[in-house]
């Protein structure tokens, strides 16, 4: 629940060259740490949990775009979750780069922009620092969350 409102399947990646100071998470840093799985065995994590939606996270999701597209795509296809995904980069960063860019069209929500350790605030939800924005790319998610930036869906 600390992945996004609701149940959630949370899906942590090893891998992130941002080295944020203060990171919640520095031992997802190591490109070549945690546990191999392939799309298959993460969907069917996913899909056993009728009730969770889904959340990426890491490390940073995008250093392994083309397996988590994959596996977005797939849920998106198989599945009536919605899913959440945070990233160091930054959503314009993400849409400069059309390497970066295929994953957008599965997410629902990204939560964007690196953590600030001198812009922290522990009474952000679902967000470290005052910087990072959750953004809604789809209309299926438009809870009023504090912080959240309307944009455009991309669909």
Known sequence: MADGPGLRTSIYCAGCLHHCPG????????????????????????????????????????????????????????????????????????????????????????VDGPFILERRDTELLFRGSDNQRIIHLTPQEDDEIPGTVPMKPIR
């Not at 160091?88 to 059309?98: K, M, N, Q, R, S």
Request: net charge negative; with cysteine.
């Open 23 to 110: 990171c919640h998470n520095p031992q997802s840093w190591d490109m070549a740490g945690g546990k191999e799985m392939d799309v298959e065995e993460l969907l069917e994590l996913i899909k056993a949990d009728e009730f969770s939606n889904v959340s990426f996270s890491g490390g940073d999701p995008f250093y392994q775009v083309e397996a988590f597209t994959e596996l977005a795509r797939r849920i998106k296809e198989e599945t009536d979750k919605t899913i959440w995904c945070w990233t160091g980069f930054t959503y314009e960063e993400i849409l400069a780069d059309p390497h970066l860019a295929q994953m957008l069209p599965y997410l629902d929500v990204l």
